[in-house]
């Protein structure tokens, strides 16, 4: 599994003009598909995307729709930077427009202590340095 940042590179109403070319069956594919992987949506700038928890497959499915139907996008791998404590903007806020920072945190925190390997900590170290490890990756060692 990995942490993937998804985010829309247009605006929300352009956005939301695209899905009404889509025919039914497939927004309801779509909207049905992200029940099989966590996810937090994100608002930034009147755009939208999401952090998610997934599968290469999932991500590949969503690129392919993206794709389909010209929606812009980029997606980015943040799982090494979970695994590696490295700097995660967390800027984002709901649908609502409440500050999700707290509950993004949490999201990659349990992303992290779900899915770290002895392998992530190893590398980690050869990476950043022994230094670098924090009580969390000392307790994957044991």
Do not use: W
Request: glycine residues 2%.
């Amino acid at each position: 599994m990995k942490l993937i940042k998804f985010k829309t590179e247009i605006t929300n109403d352009v956005l939301f003009s695209k899905f009404q070319e889509v025919p039914m069956s497939e927004l309801e594919f779509i909207l049905n598909f992200s029940k099989y992987f966590d996810h937090v949506d994100i608002n930034f700038e009147n755009k939208t995307g999401l952090f998610g928890i997934m599968a290469d497959c999932y991500v590949e499915k969503l690129e392919n729709f993206f794709q389909k139907y010209s929606i812009p996008y980029t997606v980015r791998d943040m799982s090494k930077d979970a695994f590696f404590d490295n700097v995660i903007d967390f800027s984002y806020q709901d649908s609502s427009g409440n500050d999700i920072t707290n509950e993004l945190k949490t999201f990659v925190y349990n992303f992290k202590k779900n899915y770290i390997t002895l392998d992530d900590v190893l590398d980690k170290i050869l990476e950043k340095g022994i230094n670098s490890l924090t009580d969390f990756d000392k307790n994957v060692l044991k």
